[in-house]
T-cell receptor, first 114, second 114 residues
Framework: DAKTTQPTSMDCAEGRAANLPCNHS???????VYWYRQIHSQGPQYIIH???NNETNEMASLIITEDRKSSTLILPHATLRDTAVYYCIVRVPFIPGNTGKLIFGQGTTLQVKP | DVKVTQSSRYLVKRTGEKVFLECVQD?????MFWYRQDPGLGLRLIYF???????EKGDIPEGYSVSREKKERFSLILESASTNQTSMYLC?????????????FGPGTRLTVL
């Protein structure tokens, strides 16, 4: 699975958009980009995933560059409850015989401030 | 609402004790995973299972075993607990196959081995 690089920490004002970048320059053609977050003392929570098209759901938007070497997770209106560690993960989908594990790096600690 | 539950949030055991960590999911998922999370090391896969009675070793299986007798339940067993197994243990489940392998995590069990 391709390696990802994320900033260690970011701040965002409450109500503003939070834009979290992720570099994955070695991504291969069949690897998806997944985003999870982990709020303190809780298990990780899935946010969104994509292959090459931009994606949006009720939680966030995912923008993937045309060359797929980087992506940005956008929380459109950050709240204090969005304070968490955000993980960008690149991997092939799970298939029988494949480990199926998610490799969580250090992630980005997002602090949403009032 | 989908749910992964773990038997305990906090557990304190003594060195040498046999420890059972239980995980139950109500989503009829085929795949289940056990991770441990340690500061600076991220999440590491211990074992996973893609079917009842099937199990596969992850990255750090030493000192652990698992049991999956029913589809909804995946147990992690520490045969003889040691202090270096003090950690946060996270269970996850996901559907089988396809491009969409969102993993749902439980709240975690913080285990302390004295």
């Amino acid at each position: 699975d391709a390696k990802t690089t994320q900033p260690t920490s970011m701040d965002c004002a409450e109500g503003r958009a939070a834009n979290l970048p992720c570099n994955h320059s070695t991504i291969s053609g069949n690897e998806y980009v997944y985003w999870y977050r982990q709020i303190h003392s809780q298990g990780p929570q899935y946010i969104i995933h994509g292959l090459k098209n931009n994606e949006t759901n009720e939680m966030a938007s995912l923008i993937i560059t045309e060359d797929r070497k980087s992506s940005t997770l956008i929380l459109p209106h950050a709240t204090l409850r969005d304070t968490a560690v955000y993980y960008c993960i690149v991997r092939v989908p799970f298939i029988p015989g494949n480990t199926g594990k998610l490799i969580f790096g250090q992630g980005t600690t997002l602090q949403v401030k009032p | 609402d989908v749910k992964v539950t773990q038997s305990s949030r906090y557990l304190v055991k003594r060195t040498g004790e046999k420890v059972f960590l239980e995980c139950v999911q109500d989503m009829d998922h085929e795949n289940m995973f056990w991770y441990r999370q340690d500061p600076g090391l991220g999440l590491r896969l211990i074992y996973f299972s893609y079917d009842v009675k099937m199990k596969e070793k992850g990255d750090i299986p030493e000192g652990y075993s698992v049991s999956r007798e029913k589809k909804e339940r995946f147990s992690l067993i520490l045969e003889s607990a040691s202090t270096n197994q003090t950690s946060m243990y996270l269970c996850a489940s996901s559907r089988a196959g396809g491009s969409y392998n969102e993993q749902f995590f439980g709240p975690g069990t913080r285990l302390t081995v004295l």
